[in-house]
């Protein structure tokens, strides 16, 4: 019994390397190898670049964050402006990676509102020298 494989075009615009098919000796399997388009590539190194900076921007708001801090100060302790930058690049991947924890969870939009360093954040901040206590 054979295996007859439709519909793959090499000739796909989008294509920019043809797909490789290999079989054992006995032709009792086989793999295709298909190529990694260069756009695929380069929304890696992206996010890459991305990641390493959020991570940065994270790590500094563990530095300032001591004790049960509100957006405004962690904001002003930071020396940022723009309320939605601080949320989107600090402070939502902070809480995210479990780092940071809201003082009332239940109620996220309360203008009571702190926040706080869980331990895996004060372990993360004293491994990156913030002077934070375990």
């Not at 964050?65 to 940022?80: I, K």
Request: proline letters at 4%; hydrophobic letters at 40%; aromatic letters at 4%.
């Amino acid at each position: 019994m054979g295996l007859v494989l439709q519909g793959v075009r090499h000739d796909a615009p989008q294509c920019t390397a043809a797909a490789a098919f290999d079989t054992d000796d006995e032709r009792s399997s086989f793999v295709v190898r298909l190529p990694v388009h260069p756009l695929a590539r380069q929304k890696t190194l992206a996010t890459a670049e991305v990641t390493a900076q959020v991570t940065a921007e994270v790590d500094r708001l563990l530095r300032v964050l001591e004790g049960d801090m509100s957006r405004a100060d962690l904001q002003a302790a930071l020396g940022l402006k723009h309320a939605e930058h601080f949320r989107q690049a600090y402070l939502l991947p902070a809480l995210a990676q479990g780092w940071v924890e809201m003082t009332m969870p239940d109620k996220p939009n309360s203008r009571s509102q702190r926040y706080r360093l869980t331990a895996s954040g004060i372990r993360r901040a004293s491994r990156r020298g913030s002077g934070h206590g375990a």
